[in-house]
């Protein structure tokens, strides 16, 4: 054959004469062909389709009425001893079943509109709806509009526990859900089928059905429901966390909108139903108050049943209410990896009322229903209480924090007599409750594996579960406490300071055009402050400083590696604002932080610089013991180089041992201890977050509406970790951390940071400035000190002597760059205490001589004297000094002593 291009090109050449007749001839043949093969395709396809899914339906469970009305097995709970410390049930506190006829209609259109709107016509599938999906899939590629009835939801909750679901198997289960649900239908009635739903759908915080719903949220019986709240309850249904209106009042009003236009379109309700639905402040008087139960929940197990929800979803591809369903009726084994023995002792420190002043502050927490003549409900809250007593009252400054219960139990008593007016009757019962304040949050955990062992989510009576969990669910301004982990954590990670690094704690500004001055609590200035130094004393210049020269866009970076998850970066910036600003140096940020975070975030240092992603359990058996989750392998990661955690680690037990140390409270007799304190501007905040070579715990205190905390010495937030930690900690033996390869210990300067010339550094005024520190080996100063300079003034002009100077001083002063100062406005505002000042000079005035004593004014007789004065120290050092010469000087020969 011939290959060669010639040939080729004959052959095409052939061919394309011959394409137009036989086109026509075999384009009618191969259409014939495909049609011939679309249809086989069709016929067998379908044959193999309809094989596929008579073989699903087989194998479909058999259901019965049982199946789908609430039932399963208690899961339970052990801690890390294996004692049981939690049954979780789902009848009983989370689930109260109710006839539908109770129900009312209102509530149950709610749930129709939204979910399925044909419910009542169809016969258990959604035809319309599923080719009205499907369309929609295909025109935008929006896969989110489901075509699920509430049949197959039903179906779904609590016939299909499935774990594990692969694709295949969720094709087949939902094959086999479409199939069961025309089946149920052939003998359930509407009403059954939608009093199952009702009855057995996840509605968050841990509330299965709508009667435990509407108790939890609203704090009535499901027949007390208005429109307003009826739709919230049914904006959940889809998303029960992200609806959550407690924790999501915003996206579940969303929601609640959308699901009553849909009722005024369906015509379940009339447009003045709606209007005054819409206008309704429904999400005021939510609450999150579980009926009393002997079963509460602990803090530890609300967070561990929401990682563990989680991780369902994530790791096994569960839908959240499967993953309630099997947790609350799954009859599971969860290992936790709390210590009951640990958590005791928290909780009995916490708690001491001897650690609080005597007269004990709570703020109340009110709701009260009221219908009138008409039959309209009116709701009132402890946001309008306050509201009467300060405008009506006449109290303009009426707070809901009371130290007296009797005058609390009598405000509200005056109130509700106000609002209760003549043929009104009180629907459901009034509820008033008190929260002690201000209020606390603690988290321990152990910085090597990763295991929270305590958690306390405030302090008082805890009265219900899944209740509002300060120190996990709840962020506030971490104040200082942010400094090790955005500013010295990262500087020293990057080089960019050692310990020694002295900066100077001076007026400064942040820039921009607001240039607002940053101060500390004092209002003082301490002068050049090494980084240690700054870290013990918490001093707030350095620490903004040293963010600014490494950027706050790095120190943000740093801070989200230390697994801070409500920082708020710059692409998701609100009204503006991110957390990549100068003030993140001070903890300044948009929403704050949570206690866990910050325990954990305090692990990675103490833990070589890895961090380690805080686990509340390690197992988990189904109720058939196999094993469902495992968690024993932490999910970890590097912060910090090791060398720039030991570092750290060691600036920071200097917070605790520094006779200034503003953690000096937390010392405890057996372990070192290495921390920082955190109070924000307005002292609503106090944290202290701190490790020891076995575990890391961080405290919060502050009111729950953001007050300001009276004096440290009415609260030691420092002294309850104290007292909790010496009591985990008493049986142990020492700690220590192993110092890593790559640590050098060098003596320096304080006042530059560079290494120390003897007879120079040690004779400053002020005591010798000579230091012991510790360095990353690659990152350890080489120069000699060039701050101390050694001089001799003229006592008449107080400058540099000249040759001709008659009477002079010497002595050793510290060159600093010209200081920062304040602006008028500051310094009419401010007392800058310079503690420099008095031994400061600069490079202009080390430049310039004595203008008295120079060549022309002197006398004759006086040249002699100069000429003295040469050979003497006095000149060397005005020599040295002007030409910038002095190090090398100071250093190779002290001039005098
Ligand atoms: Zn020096
Ligand atoms: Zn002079």
Redesign the pocket.
């Known amino acids: 054959m011939d290959y060669g291009k010639k040939g080729v090109r004959k052959k095409k050449k052939l061919l394309n004469s011959a394409t137009k007749k036989i086109g026509t001839k075999a384009g009618v043949t191969a259409f014939k062909i495909l049609l011939i093969c679309v249809v086989t395709f069709i016929v067998g396809g379908s044959c193999v389709v309809l094989g596929m899914v008579k073989g699903i339906i087989d194998t479909a469970p058999e259901i019965t009425t049982i199946d789908v009305s609430p039932s399963g097995y208690a899961t339970k709970i052990y801690d890390n001893g294996g004692g049981e410390v939690q049954s979780l049930v789902a009848s009983g506190s989370n689930r109260v079943s109710k006839n539908i006829d109770e129900i009312p209609l209102i509530l149950q259109h709610a749930f129709v509109a939204i979910e399925d709107e044909r419910f009542y016509e169809h016969n258990g599938i959604d035809i319309k709806g599923i080719f009205r999906a499907a369309s929609i899939a295909v025109t935008s590629l929006d896969f989110s509009e489901g075509a699920s009835t509430i049949t197959q939801q039903l179906l779904k909750n609590n016939v299909f526990n499935a774990y594990n679901e692969s694709t295949a198997e969720k094709f087949k289960r939902k094959i086999q859900e479409q199939y069961l649900a025309i089946k149920l239908e052939t003998y359930m009635d509407k009403d059954m089928i939608l009093q199952n739903y009702l009855n057995s759908i996840n509605l968050g915080n841990g509330y299965l059905g709508v009667e435990a719903a509407a108790n939890g949220y609203f704090n009535k019986d499901v027949s007390e429901l208005t429109i307003s709240e009826s739709a919230v309850i049914a904006s959940i249904t889809q998303n029960p966390t992200g609806y959550n209106p407690v924790k999501h009042a915003e996206d579940n009003q969303k929601r609640q909108t959308k699901v009553l236009s849909n009722m005024l379109a369906q015509g379940y309700i009339t447009q003045e139903q709606f209007d005054e639905a819409i206008a309704d402040d429904v999400y005021s008087r939510i609450q999150d108050i579980h009926q009393e139960d002997s079963s509460t929940y602990s803090y530890f197990t609300d967070e561990l049943i929401n990682q563990l929800t989680d991780d369902l979803v994530s790791q096994k591809g569960y839908t959240e209410a499967q993953a309630s369903n099997l947790i609350y009726k799954g009859g599971l084994s969860i290992y936790s990896t709390q210590d009951s023995t640990m958590q005791d002792i928290a909780n009995s420190v916490v708690n001491d009322p001897s650690r609080y002043p005597v007269s004990t502050q709570f703020s109340i927490s009110y709701a009260l229903s009221v219908k009138n003549a008409e039959g309209q409900i009116t709701n009132y809250s402890q946001q309008t209480l306050q509201k009467y007593f300060q405008t009506t009252g006449g109290q303009a400054n009426f707070m809901l924090t009371y130290t007296n219960e009797e005058k609390a139990r009598a405000d509200v008593a005056e109130y509700q007599a106000a609002v209760v007016g003549e043929g009104d009757t009180i629907v459901g019962e009034p509820s008033l409750s008190l929260t002690l304040q201000p209020q606390i949050s603690f988290t321990l955990m152990d910085q090597h594996t990763g295991f929270v062992k305590v958690i306390i989510g405030g302090r008082g009576e805890k009265t219900g579960s899944r209740t509002l969990n300060r120190a996990t669910g709840t962020s506030r301004q971490p104040g200082s406490a942010m400094k090790p982990i955005a500013v010295y954590g990262p500087a020293l990670d990057m080089n960019a300071i050692t310990l020694a690094t002295p900066i100077d704690d001076a007026p400064y500004y942040y820039s921009g055009a607001e240039a607002q001055l940053v101060t500390d609590y004092d209002k003082k200035y301490l002068g050049l402050t090494t980084v240690r130094d700054a870290i013990a004393w918490s001093r707030n210049v350095p620490a903004v400083k040293v963010l600014t020269s490494i950027t706050p866009q790095v120190g943000f970076n740093y801070a989200l590696k230390f697994g801070l998850s409500t920082l708020i970066s710059q692409k998701n910036a609100i009204n503006g604002y991110s957390d990549v600003v100068q003030s993140l140096a001070l903890g300044g940020i948009t929403k704050g932080v949570t206690n866990i975070d910050m325990t954990a975030a305090y692990a990675a240092i103490a833990n070589k610089g890895t961090y380690t992603k805080p686990i509340y359990y390690t197992q988990v058996y189904d109720h058939d013991g196999n094993l469902l989750l495992d968690n024993t392998v932490p999910e970890t990661h590097e912060v910090l180089k090791e060398t720039s955690a030991w570092l750290l680690n060691e600036a920071m037990q200097s917070v605790v041992t520094d006779p200034q140390g503003t953690g000096k409270a937390a010392k405890l007799s057996n372990q070192p201890v290495s921390g920082k304190s955190g109070t924000t501007n307005f002292d609503g905040d106090k944290w202290f977050c701190a490790f020891t070579p076995y575990y890391t715990a961080s405290i919060w205190i502050g009111y729950d509406d953001n007050s300001k905390l009276p004096s440290t010495t009415e609260y030691s937030h420092v002294a309850i970790w104290q007292a909790i930690m010496s009591q985990i900690h008493a049986d142990l033996p020492t700690g220590t951390y192993e110092q890593p390869k790559g640590i050098v210990q060098l003596q320096v300067c304080s006042q530059s940071g560079k290494l120390a010339v003897p007879g120079l550094c040690d004779s400053d005024p002020r005591g010798s400035k000579i230091i012991t520190e510790y360095f990353a080996e690659d990152n350890q100063p080489t120069e000699t000190c060039d701050v101390h300079k050694r001089i001799t003034i003229?006592n008449?002009?107080e400058?540099i002597?000249?040759p001709y100077?008659t009477s002079t001083t010497t002595k050793v002063v510290i060159k600093k760059a010209t200081a920062n100062v304040l602006n008028p406005t500051d310094a009419a505002k401010y007392t800058v205490l310079d503690e420099d000042k008095a031994y400061c000079v600069t490079d202009a005035f080390l430049s310039a001589l004595?203008t008295?004593?120079n060549k022309a004014a002197t006398t004759p007789a006086a040249t002699q004297p100069a000429t003295t004065a040469a050979t003497t120290a006095a000149t060397t050092a005005a020599t040295t000094a002007a030409t910038t010469a002095a190090t090398t000087a100071a250093t190779k020969k002290p001039v005098t002593r």
């Open positions: 003229c008449v002009s400058q002597a000249s100077c004595c008295i004593h």
